[in-house]
């Protein structure tokens, strides 16, 4: 089992920034697809954007494209997402996931993953 701790979440305006980040320990290794959920108040858990182990493939919602990037260091054990471009409906708790396996980008809904964070609120103002 991997441990999971999210970082970087805050208020911010809209059009601004945030780097969020995810500290990975116990069992880490490069065979964990790692994903960023986030849930708004009164809504579902949604994947946002996942990274295979070796970093090559990435996945993005639509509703992200073009704003948001993820990334991963391996040797630190760290998983990034940079939001750019922010805008209120960004606003949610956003948490870090990790799914151990060689599927990869196949199978990203919230039951495939094993290993969660406590999450990070982010909260952008108009």
């Known amino acids: 089992q991997v441990q999971l701790v999210e970082s970087g979440g805050g208020l911010v305006q809209a059009g601004g920034s945030l780097r969020l980040s995810c500290a990975a320990s116990?069992?880490?290794?490069?065979?964990?697809?790692m994903a960023w959920f986030r849930q708004a108040p009164g809504k579902e858990r949604d994947i946002v954007s996942a990274?295979?182990?070796?970093?090559?493939?990435?996945y993005y919602a639509d509703s992200v494209k073009g704003r948001f990037t993820i990334s991963r260091d391996n040797p630190k054990n760290m998983v990034y997402l940079q939001m750019n471009s922010l805008n209120p409906e960004d606003t949610a708790v956003y948490y870090c996931?990790?799914?151990?396996?060689?599927?990869?980008?196949?199978?990203?809904?919230?039951?495939?993953?094993?290993?969660w964070g406590q999450g990070t609120q982010v909260t952008v103002s108009s």
């Open positions: 116990g069992r880490t290794s490069t065979m964990y697809t």
């Open positions: 990274i295979t182990g070796s970093g090559r493939s990435t």
């Open positions: 996931a990790a799914k151990w396996g060689a599927l990869g980008l196949i199978g990203l809904t919230e039951p495939d993953f094993g290993s």
